[in-house]
């Protein structure tokens, strides 16, 4: 048995070291530098070796994306620990979560922009995926009054997404983040409405 287990930890052992690989090397010079060919080169493996964990490209952006999932949901869950309100709770997280995107680029990608075979809401979603949603949707819980909490909270992370995705292309005012994530938290909470 310690024979099995010492394969099964160095599988999972070239496994992870060709995720990580592949990260670094899509967020220092983007997705189209990251080729199974540098890759092996970069971990000293063979090409065949890669192919033992991972059919292909889109296999291992897929591994990058879960893992980005899952340290997503931390950063939420960590943003909306301290909070002092709702709205407090809200402002963190939509804070972390835009932070999350501006400090891991490529990793943002392969979560939301690369095409990828990973299923979104459906009852074979990995729990990495299910988790970053259930961490958005907690937050939202409290100020969704009557609404429809699941779809309001979709519609927070289409907001945050939307954000992030003009924001990295320049089509909206560089510098503004805060004031906008600020605008979106009083939509939320129902200040949005108020008139002043």
Do not use: C
Not at 161 to 173: E, I, K, P, Y
């Amino acid at each position: 048995m310690a024979i099995a287990d010492r394969r099964d930890r160095e599988r999972d052992a070239r496994r992870r070291l060709i995720v990580t690989t592949a990260r670094r090397l899509a967020e220092n010079d983007g997705w189209d530098a990251v080729t199974t060919r540098r890759l092996s080169t970069e971990i000293e493996y063979s090409q065949p070796v890669l192919y033992k964990h991972f059919a292909g490209m889109d296999q291992i952006a897929a591994a990058v994306a879960v893992d980005g999932f899952g340290e997503l949901a931390e950063a939420v869950r960590a943003a909306s620990a301290d909070a002092t309100s709702a709205k407090d709770a809200l402002y963190r997280v939509a804070h972390a979560y835009n932070d999350f995107a501006r400090d891991n680029p490529a990793t943002y990608d392969a979560m939301f922009t690369r095409t990828t075979t990973l299923p979104f809401a459906s009852h074979d979603t990995p729990p990495q995926l299910t988790a970053a949603f259930d961490e958005l949707r907690q937050v939202v819980g409290p100020v969704a009054d009557e609404q429809d909490v699941d779809s309001l909270t979709e519609v927070l992370f289409a907001a945050l997404h939307g954000m992030v995705v003009l924001g990295r292309a320049g089509r909206v005012r560089p510098d503004h983040d805060a004031e906008r994530l600020g605008v979106l938290v009083a939509q939320f909470t129902g200040e949005g409405n108020r008139t002043h």
